[in-house]
Structures are given as C-alpha cells and as structure tokens.
C-alpha cells in the first residue's frame, strides 16, 4: 500500500441486498466490509448470493493499484451497476469471486 493508502477486509455480520427497481438483485448474510482510505464502506458479496442471470456483462474495465482490474456488470437500464475484481492483489485476496454493488441495504 501506498504511505496513508489503507485496505481493510472484515467479515460482515449484517444482512445485505441490493436492489434495483424494485427487484432484489443480491442478498446476503455473509458479506465482506471492504473500508478504503478516501472511499465510501463498500461490502462485497459472494457470487453465489447475487443473481448474476440478471445481469449482463460489460466492457468496461477500471484498474486500482490496490485492488487490481475490475469487470463490471449491467442493467438494460443501468449499466456498470456491479463490479468484481476476478484476480485481485495479495493483500486483497479475500474479495476473489465476491461482488459489490454501488448501493446497497444493511440491516
């Protein structure tokens, strides 16, 4: 990590869902707490909590230096909705094969 860059990974003990015009798209009660320096908490779900036969996927790729090349997800009516990182760095490896949503519900 970068000097002040931290990445922390936890696991979550609270239920959370994403939901997009009214259809559940993921839920679950095993997600991880991702907590970045400058970025909102962002919790990541296991791929096999997330209905990944609703969602289309995308072109668009983004690289971070801390997590590695993440490939998104769509909507027909939003695209780049989910993202994942299939092959993350070491020091994150815990978010292989999760997903994480721009908004999500806790509970």
């Known amino acids: 990590m970068a000097d002040g860059h931290t990445i922390t ?4 003990a609270r239920r959370v869902r994403a939901v ?3 259809q559940v ?7 991880l707490v991702l907590r970045e320096t400058g970025c909102p908490v962002r919790y990541y779900l296991p791929a ?3 209905r990944l036969d609703l969602l289309t996927p995308s072109d668009t790729h983004t690289y971070c230096p801390f997590k590695g090349t993440a490939s998104y997800w769509s909507l027909p009516d939003a695209a780049d909705l989910v993202w994942s ?8 490896a815990e978010i ?6 721009y908004e999500v519900e806790v509970s």
């Open 9 to 12: 990974i936890e696991q979550g």
């Open 20 to 22: 997009h015009g009214g």
């Open 25 to 31: 798209l993921a839920e679950s009660d095993r997600p």
């Open 48 to 50: 096999e909590d997330v």
């Open 85 to 92: 990182y299939p092959d993350p760095e070491p020091d994150v």
């Open 96 to 101: 292989k094969d999760h997903l994480c949503f």
